[in-house]
Structures are given as C-alpha cells and as structure tokens.
C-alpha cells in the first residue's frame, strides 16, 4: 500500500502548504477564527463568507496540518445505494477492520445520485472522521477540494466511472471475471453465449462484457451483438431481458447474468418458459453473494472477493490519514475466482 | 408514540435529579470537572476514578440535563450480527429516519455476543449520539446506566430476549404470523406439518412455534414434538435440520420453516432427497427478504415489516431524545402478515 509516490505528487504537496490559515483569512477579509469556523463545518458563519473562505481555500489547494486535525474515532462509508445484499458484504468488511483499530463505522447513502449531497460533504468536514470509504459512488470537485482541504483521506471501491488517476481506488479483476466466466461457458461446448451486463455507465460493468468479448473473439466464436443485453444489475432486468434473450427463436444456450441477482432474475425467465438449468441453458452470475450457494441449482459464478475489497479500502484510507504525504496514484484490483457449481453444462443436442 | 406515562416512571425520573454534578464530585472526592470528563468518556481520567465516579453516578440515578448534552448529529445501530441478509432491510430503515432529519447512522456490531463489549458503550458516551438502536441485541444493566446517565435514549429491535418492561422496544406479531403460516397448512388440508424454530433464546422464535402449536391445536391436530426442531435462523441449520425431518418413515407434508433462510436450506434438503415443492412439501417461510420472490418456486412466507419497524424504531428512540420524561414503557408491535407464492399446495394424495 505505500508505494513510492511520483515526483508530481510530491511537488503538489509542498506548494499546497504555502498558504496559511491566516493568508487566507487576509485575503478574504474575514479573521482568522473565521476561517477555522469554515473549516470545522460550524454553521455560525454566513453562507456568503463561507462560500468565499471554500474557494480561497480550494485555489490555494490548503491542506490543514496534522496537528490542527483532531480526528473523530470515525470512518465514513458512503454506499451509492444500500438496496443490494452485496452492500452488506462490503459493510462487513469495512466493520472488521474498524473494530480492529477502535473506530466506528458511519454509514450514508447517496441515494441514487453517483455523488453525495453537498449536505454530507459538510456534515463529513463537522464530525472529522479518519477517512471516507466510497462505494461506486464519486465525488465531485468541490467535494474532494473540501475533503482535501480538512486532511480527509478517501478511497473510491470499484468505482462506477473514471475515478481519475489520483484518486486512490479499490477494485477487482472484473474484465478478467468475464474472460474466465465465458472460458468456462466455451470449454463446455457452447458456441451461442449471450451476456446481460449491468449499467454501461459504470465501468466494472463495462469490463466484465468486454472480458465476455474477448472470450469469444480469443476462441474464435462471432460476438453477436443481439445476444448482449444491458440490465441495471438488479434481479428485474435479469428476468426481462432474459425473457427476450431465450425468447429468440436463435436463443443462446447459455448466458452470463452480468451479476448474482441478475441470474437468479434469468432462473426465473427460464423456468417460466419451461427451460430447465442446466440442461437447457447454462447460467454464470458474478459476486458469489451467499444467495448463490443457496438456490436450486446452485449457482456458477465469479467470485468477487468483496468483503475483502472493502477492508483493503478500509486499511488504505487509514494509512492514508497516517502519512499524508502518500496521497498517490494508488489503484489495487483483487482477484476474481470461477466456482463452479450446478447451474452451468454442456450445450443440449439439438 | 407518545403514550401516557405511568406514576412510578415520573417519580423515579424525580428522584434521578436529586443529585447534582457537584455533589457527585464531592462524594467521589474529585472535581466537578472530572466529573464531566467521565461524563464526556473522556480518556484521562485514572480507570480507578473513573469507576467510582461512574457507580456513583448509577447509585444516584443520575441523568445529564438536557442543556449540559450537547448532541452530535448521529444515531446508532448496533447489531448482534451483521450476517443477515435482515440486516439490510432494517439498515435502510434506520437510514431513511436519518435522512429526513439530518442524522447519520453509526453502524457497529456486537460480534455474537448479545450484549455489545464495554468499549463500545465507552464510544457511544463520547461521540453522544441523539439515540441508540439495537437490533436482537441487549444492554446489560450497567450499560443501560451509562446510556441514562448520559440522557442517551435507547430503543431495542425486535428484542432476542425479554428486555425488561420498562425498555421501549419494536417488534413484530410473531406469535400471530407462526398462527397465520400454520393455519394457511391447515386449509390446505395438511395434518403432519413439522416445524423448524429458530434459537430458543430469542423471544421472537420462541412466539412463531407457540404460534404453531396454538393453530394445531385449535384445529384439534395432534402436535408431534418429534416434528419440531431447533435450528439457529441460517441456511445451513434449515438444510440439516430438514434432512432428518423429511428422512423420517412418517415425514410431514409442510414444515414452518421459522425464517426464509431455513426455508431455503429446507428446499435444497427437499431436492437432494427429490421431493418437489410444492407437490410433495409445501414450505412456508418468514420474514419476506427479497429472496422469497427469486427463488424457484416463490416462497409463501410471513412477511415481517423489517423496514417499517426499523423506521419506528428510530423516530421512537428521537422522540424519547425531544422529550427526556417520556421514557416509560413503550412495546409496540407491527403487524405480520401472510403471503402466499408457490410453496404450498394440498398434500399429496398418498
């Protein structure tokens, strides 16, 4: 996790400490307290002076010193949604490696938007915590400006979009999942292999179809664009666009689901239009949420290491916080795993 | 929510702020600042000061004054565990009290235990959160104390045991919903149903089997205690335990699964040994987790309003926080209610 940083971050770091608390205090000609009332999220302070102090404080690149920060034994983890049962493996991580270290954990949703309110960026500059953990969900400029600004560290889990380069981020070897899933679907002989991906706008959904491409085009198999459905990584579109996969009087003999959920929304569009699995279509999901080992059959799928993803995020934001200065360009993927259970066979003899 | 209190509650509340701070210290024989500090769970105050001054503060029934407790923006949820699927139904709950009212949740976990570690009462004196809920997790008296003294106000969830009259709690109909479920068997024309508990020192599972043998009887059915046994609420627990019920000579028709994770475990008991639900075994579930819809078939279960009775649970333990007096006993139950899938079906015509 402390890799050697570049020379640019290095540069960065120094020249954001030219600017004092008091510079900038002068400069928006406020006093010193002031500028300190803005800093510790007080709400005493007029919105038009805090305003002017924020963007001060952003174009100076200010960043308050170790010393001035007292820590709350916190740390922030913000989910962009907490709707799947994925949440709750990541939560377990980022709990273990709290109660390892004495913090408590402070849960928020950005309900549905990929970047928190502005509300909880000042609620998270009032309460110091030692980091933010976030899940699939960004932050925006100002946002990371005011987080910098107070010396909290944050770290992105499989971000949804381009976390951009510095930020540091978490994720896992999604593409390398797809690659493996549909390997696996072509070693059993089958050559119609369709896929239903999750949001194109996030990116580990992007990579687990182009790691699905890449199998069929490495085996020598046409990528039929009709066989590839974009879902949202919920159960629902799962069973719909299930239904229009193996509705095709070409149908596909087995699928990728993209994710657990999304397969056990493709089970039931099977067993709806009386298709068995795996006798008639061969079914790989992605996560191995604990409900995977559980349905009938149990389900194939890529193992996505998440509660260990979350406590690696965990220790990064936290050795962040200890030596401020390794804000790097840190990008970590753990590894995906195949397991195969009951729900994936060779291709029926038509 | 704001139901009238009983006598006893106002007097004791009375007597609690007959002594002050300042006599506290005097009978300790410290400073009232040190007082405060234990109060704040502050760190440096000597352990040996700090447990006489905090027995004294419980001797004395004393209870911060509202001006004195300067509260942070947070609420906090502690679990006994966070394995559950449940977990996230009732995490959502407690987030969209949050929300509405401009808290943050504060998550931790009582690690198997079933009343969270010192430590973590320690943490909640110092960061003074507007209220804690705990959810199948108790306080033991000391803790309870330390809460009170505070004017930290809690609420239990859905209590594993009997939590004492005078702690408000949130729970659900659970007698009623293990009637619903049996009576639903009954109809339709079942007469060896089995039964899989949960853990027999949680109070809400103990309700759902006396909810079962209540419909037996009242039914006039012989309840065989060789159909009834134990299981701990997890998949796992529902596979075995329904192995050695479905193995027997003379197995049942329909098991009350006592919650859906046992119910899915009982579903691959029933394919391993080929029996088809609902053909051959009708299985009803409890809880509704989302799961109940996705598995094949769709299970009947009781649905158990998770999210809503987390909801009441927050908005329960902010009102005890506006309105200090107010802390008398308060149980109330959401109601259960049956949902019928796929799972069930007549008995098999032998």
Redesign the interface.
């Given at each position: 996790m402390t890799s050697p940083q570049p020379a640019e971050t290095r540069t960065r770091g120094r020249s954001a400490q030219t600017a004092t608390l008091a510079e900038i205090a002068r400069e928006a000609g406020v006093s010193a307290p002031t500028v300190s009332k803005v800093l510790n999220g007080r709400a005493d302070v007029a919105p038009a002076t805090r305003a002017r102090v924020e963007e001060l404080l952003r174009a100076h690149g200010y960043r308050r010193r170790r010393a001035e920060a007292t820590r709350?034994?916190?740390i922030d983890l913000v989910f962009h949604e907490?709707?799947s049962?994925w949440?709750?493996e990541v939560?377990?991580g980022v709990?273990n490696v709290a109660?390892e270290t004495?913090l408590?954990?402070?849960?928020?949703?950005s309900?549905g938007r990929l970047t928190p309110g502005r509300?909880w960026a000042d609620?998270v500059a009032?309460?110091r915590p030692h980091g933010v953990v976030l899940v699939l969900s960004g932050l925006d400029q100002s946002q990371r400006a005011l987080l910098t600004s107070r010396s909290i560290p944050f770290v992105v889990m499989d971000p949804a979009g381009d976390p951009g380069g510095d930020v540091p981020s978490i994720g896992a070897t999604n593409w390398q999942g797809g690659l493996a899933a549909t390997r696996h679907l072509i070693e059993l002989g089958h050559t119609r292999i369709g896929a239903i991906s999750g949001p194109t706008r996030m990116m580990c959904s992007r990579a687990r179809v182009d790691g699905y491409r890449a199998a069929l085009e490495t085996a020598g198999l046409p990528a039929d664009p009709g066989l590839v459905r974009t879902g949202d990584f919920h159960?629902e579109t799962g069973y719909r666009q299930g239904l229009e996969l193996l509705r095709r009087p070409d149908r596909p003999t087995a699928i990728f689901a993209g994710n657990d959920?999304q397969a056990?929304?493709l089970?039931?569009a099977a067993?709806e239009l009386g298709l068995r699995v795996p006798e008639d279509l061969s079914v790989v999901g992605f996560d191995d949420l604990?409900?995977a080992?559980?349905?009938?059959p149990p389900l194939t799928t890529v193992r996505q290491p998440l509660t260990e993803m979350a406590e690696a995020a965990a220790r990064l934001v936290l050795d962040l916080g200890r030596d401020e200065g390794s804000a790097a360009a840190t990008r970590v993927e753990l590894a995906t795993s195949l397991v195969v259970r009951s729900s994936t066979a060779a291709p029926p003899v038509l």
């Amino acid at each position: 996790m402390t890799s050697p940083q570049p020379a640019e971050t290095r540069t960065r770091g120094r020249s954001a400490q030219t600017a004092t608390l008091a510079e900038i205090a002068r400069e928006a000609g406020v006093s010193a307290p002031t500028v300190s009332k803005v800093l510790n999220g007080r709400a005493d302070v007029a919105p038009a002076t805090r305003a002017r102090v924020e963007e001060l404080l952003r174009a100076h690149g200010y960043r308050r010193r170790r010393a001035e920060a007292t820590r709350s034994p916190l740390i922030d983890l913000v989910f962009h949604e907490l709707e799947s049962a994925w949440a709750m493996e990541v939560i377990r991580g980022v709990e273990n490696v709290a109660r390892e270290t004495g913090l408590s954990v402070v849960l928020s949703e950005s309900a549905g938007r990929l970047t928190p309110g502005r509300t909880w960026a000042d609620q998270v500059a009032a309460r110091r915590p030692h980091g933010v953990v976030l899940v699939l969900s960004g932050l925006d400029q100002s946002q990371r400006a005011l987080l910098t600004s107070r010396s909290i560290p944050f770290v992105v889990m499989d971000p949804a979009g381009d976390p951009g380069g510095d930020v540091p981020s978490i994720g896992a070897t999604n593409w390398q999942g797809g690659l493996a899933a549909t390997r696996h679907l072509i070693e059993l002989g089958h050559t119609r292999i369709g896929a239903i991906s999750g949001p194109t706008r996030m990116m580990c959904s992007r990579a687990r179809v182009d790691g699905y491409r890449a199998a069929l085009e490495t085996a020598g198999l046409p990528a039929d664009p009709g066989l590839v459905r974009t879902g949202d990584f919920h159960h629902e579109t799962g069973y719909r666009q299930g239904l229009e996969l193996l509705r095709r009087p070409d149908r596909p003999t087995a699928i990728f689901a993209g994710n657990d959920l999304q397969a056990l929304g493709l089970y039931e569009a099977a067993r709806e239009l009386g298709l068995r699995v795996p006798e008639d279509l061969s079914v790989v999901g992605f996560d191995d949420l604990p409900v995977a080992r559980w349905v009938g059959p149990p389900l194939t799928t890529v193992r996505q290491p998440l509660t260990e993803m979350a406590e690696a995020a965990a220790r990064l934001v936290l050795d962040l916080g200890r030596d401020e200065g390794s804000a790097a360009a840190t990008r970590v993927e753990l590894a995906t795993s195949l397991v195969v259970r009951s729900s994936t066979a060779a291709p029926p003899v038509l």
